[in-house]
Structure formats: structure tokens, C-alpha cells
């Protein structure tokens, strides 16, 4: 069964960078598509980055263009991303998505929280 966790997130000053990871500790066997959303308090939830299963980039969002890559390890398991140029703007809950291909019934990871100081 899938089960996404994030790691990576913390503290980082503004021009500073991070690498987030979302690994799935369950039992899938299916490769399937996988996103990154954020969301900060009061703020609607935005749709960072997101990749095809078959691990080829097809969306960043505008705001982050330029800064921000999406990758997959498809052996591992796990998606990334790479977060440079950090603003304090991008202060947020970083949460990772996937879709099973099989059921499609969506899962999402409990998020792992970002903070860049100005």
C-alpha cells in the first residue's frame, strides 16, 4: 500500500538552498505520476512541480521556474526537489502526491515544513 513521507525540510536563509524527499515506505509496485504542492496558513495550496510516471518533468509553477527541479528515482522509489535561490516567499508546507494507476486513489504525505529567513 502506498505511503509517502517527505524529509528535508527545516531551516535556511534567503538565498540558501534544500533538497526535499518523498519516499514511499509502502509495498507499491507501480510507477505512477508524483507532484509537490505547498500550502502556507490562510493561502491556498499551489501545485509546485509535478512529473509523469514515467519520471519525465512536464510542469513548474512560474513562481519557482528558474529555482526549483523535480526529480524521480524510480528504484528508490522516491521523488526530490531541488530548491535553490530560496526566498522567504517559499516559506511553506511542502506536501508530495501521488496517484495509484491501478485504483486511482490519491495519496498524500503529511508534509514537510520549509522556513527561509530574511
Known amino acids: 500500500q502506498v505511503q509517502l513521507v517527505e524529509s528535508g525540510g527545516g531551516l535556511v536563509q534567503s538565498g540558501g538552498s534544500l533538497r526535499l524527499s518523498c519516499v514511499d515506505s509502502?509495498?507499491?509496485?507501480?510507477?505512477?505520476?508524483m507532484s509537490w504542492w505547498r500550502q502556507a496558513p490562510g493561502k491556498e495550496r499551489e501545485l509546485v512541480a509535478r512529473l509523469t510516471s514515467g519520471g519525465v518533468r512536464t510542469y513548474v509553477a512560474v513562481s519557482v521556474k528558474g529555482r526549483f527541479t523535480m526529480s524521480r528515482d524510480v528504484a528508490k522509489k522516491s521523488v526530490y526537489l531541488e530548491m535553490t535561490a530560496l526566498r522567504t516567499a517559499d516559506t511553506d508546507g511542502y506536501y508530495c502526491?501521488?496517484?495509484?494507476?491501478?485504483?486511482?486513489?490519491?495519496?498524500w504525505g503529511k508534509g514537510t515544513l520549509v522556513t527561509v529567513s530574511g
Open positions: 502526491w501521488t496517484q495509484d494507476a491501478r485504483t486511482a486513489i490519491e495519496h
Open positions: 509502502g509495498n507499491s509496485f507501480v510507477s505512477n505520476p
